[in-house]
């Protein structure tokens, strides 16, 4: 119980990075699957997320199934569903869109995945979502019809991301939204990082070794790419460990 969370912790406080790949069952072939995770296990990721905006029924548990071939790396679902849930996968994140104030993504939907969720042995852990606005239309803001917290209140992203902390959620997600023209500013990365006593994900936009390094400096403790690696699998060769 609580594997992957403790885990992170530990790999946070000797003060190394972590990368999630993530892996949206909508876009990636089965047949595709295991180059892909041969690539990937000879780069420096950490996690697997799997999860996607519009994914049909049955479609995750298949996709993790044949992740786990290949692969020691946990596996942590990353649902924009119920129907995602499949206790294949290591862990959820149990996300509560806390930038937003549609009551479904708050906790409705968390209500309703719970007899699903009763009947696996996933770890959860509950983690806090902040949609950063982007300047486009991400999936996240239209399939939960919330808007994202503008980048320059900067106050209002810390306040957030500490009252999800306060409300006792395990980790904080500052979300750009995936294919997101422009990653999250180090600028709110740090100052979202001095307000927590929780590990930080940032995610969304982020295609380059760079992109990814910025990230991590300015205080991200997990960052997760999905985009980059879907559009470029020699992507991973940058990343060799
Ligand atoms: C999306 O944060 C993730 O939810 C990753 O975003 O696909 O832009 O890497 P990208």
Redesign the pocket.
Same mark, same amino acid.
């Given at each position: 119980m609580n594997k992957c969370y403790r885990d992170i912790q530990e790999t946070i406080s000797k003060s190394e990075k972590l990368l999630a790949v993530?892996i949206?069952p909508d876009k990636m072939q089965i047949e595709s699957v295991s180059a892909f995770i041969s690539k990937l296990n000879q780069s420096i990721a950490t996690h697997i997320?799997v *999860?996607g +905006?519009e994914v049909e029924n049955g479609m995750t548990e298949r996709l993790v199934m044949e992740i786990k071939k290949y692969t020691k790396l946990p596996v942590i679902l990353?649902p924009g569903d119920v129907i995602q849930i499949t206790d294949k996968a290591d862990a959820i994140l149990f996300l509560s869109l806390i930038s937003g104030r549609n009551p479904d993504y708050l906790i409705g939907k968390h209500v309703a995945s719970v007899s699903k969720l009763k009947a696996t042995r996933l770890e959860v852990i509950p983690t806090g979502y902040l949609l950063i606005e982007n300047g486009k239309m991400? +999936?996240?803001e239209r399939i939960s019809k919330t808007k994202p917290i503008k980048r320059s209140a900067l106050h209002t992203i810390t306040d957030t991301a500490k009252a999800g902390e306060f409300l006792g959620m395990k980790m904080i997600?500052l @979300?750009? *939204?995936?294919?997101?023209t422009h990653?999250i500013e180090a600028e709110i990365i740090q100052k979202v990082k001095q307000e927590l006593n929780i590990p930080l &994900? =940032? /995610?969304? /936009? &982020?295609?380059s070794k760079e992109e990814l390094n910025a990230a991590h400096k300015a205080g991200a403790d997990l960052v =997760? &790419? /999905?985009?980059?690696? @879907?559009e470029n699998e020699a992507f991973f060769n940058e990343l060799k460990k």
């Open positions: 993530l949206d997320f *999860g +905006s990353f991400t +999936s996240v997600y @979300e750009a *939204g995936s294919g997101a990653p &994900i =940032v /995610g969304g /936009g &982020i295609r =997760v &790419i /999905g985009t980059a690696f @879907e």
